[in-house]
């Protein structure tokens, strides 16, 4: 399997980091080793000083396809999970300054905890106004709603699709609402679908 993510997708996280506002979804990946699941701890790893955590919907996929039309996209992924794009953001910084790749400031071992739970599509009654947020320490950090995406689910599976071809099991991190910050050991972070805790980990 392998792990899409989107960056810049919500317009206020853009804001919070002086990015410029994509014409086209910022695509990138990261290998299946960053993935955390179980709600294992995460240990900070001692390459970066600057680990942000970024709170993300994670999209399944359930049907190979490779160009798909935006009209058809609803039936290539079926369940929503929640995830961490853990991002070392003085890495990704250093090569956003010399136009570089950002590999090792995303896909890092344990840069994606994600919930063992995914919510059945099915069971969601409007894609477009999904509630999700992350706590650290009970403390709300981050919240969004999927009305606020610049790039909406059927528009980036649809778009990725032309590039890569998807494959059951795939996820898809869909991008971060405002609210991102550095995290430190001792956190412990909570990622919620509407009330719904999925996720909860420690870093360590
Ligand atoms: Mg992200």
Redesign the pocket.
């Known amino acids: 399997m392998r792990i899409f993510?989107i960056?810049r997708n919500y317009a206020e996280h853009i804001k919070e980091l002086n990015n410029e506002r994509p014409d086209e979804p910022v695509i990138f990946t990261k290998p299946d080793t960053a993935i955390l699941r179980n709600n294992a701890p995460f240990y900070l790893p001692d390459f970066s000083n600057d680990i942000h955590h970024?709170v993300?919907l994670v999209l399944r996929i359930c049907k190979e396809g490779k160009n798909i039309q935006e009209k058809f996209a609803n039936k290539y992924y079926d369940a929503i999970g929640i995830g961490i794009?853990f991002t070392a953001r003085d890495l990704q910084q250093k090569a956003k300054e010399k136009g570089l790749p950002w590999d090792i400031a995303k896909g890092f071992n344990g840069s994606a905890p994600i919930s063992d739970k995914f919510i059945p599509v099915t069971s969601i009654s409007d894609l477009k106004n999904i509630n999700f947020s992350l706590t650290i320490n009970g403390e709300l950090k981050q919240q969004g709603n999927t009305s606020l995406m610049l790039f909406n689910f059927d528009f980036i599976i649809s778009y990725l699709s032309k590039f890569f071809t998807l494959r059951t099991g795939d996820l898809i991190?869909t991008?971060?609402p405002k609210g991102v910050g550095a995290v430190k050991v001792g956190n412990v972070l909570s990622a919620y679908i509407e009330d719904e805790k999925l996720l909860e980990f420690e870093v360590k």
């Open positions: 993510a960056g970024e993300e794009d991190f991008g971060t």
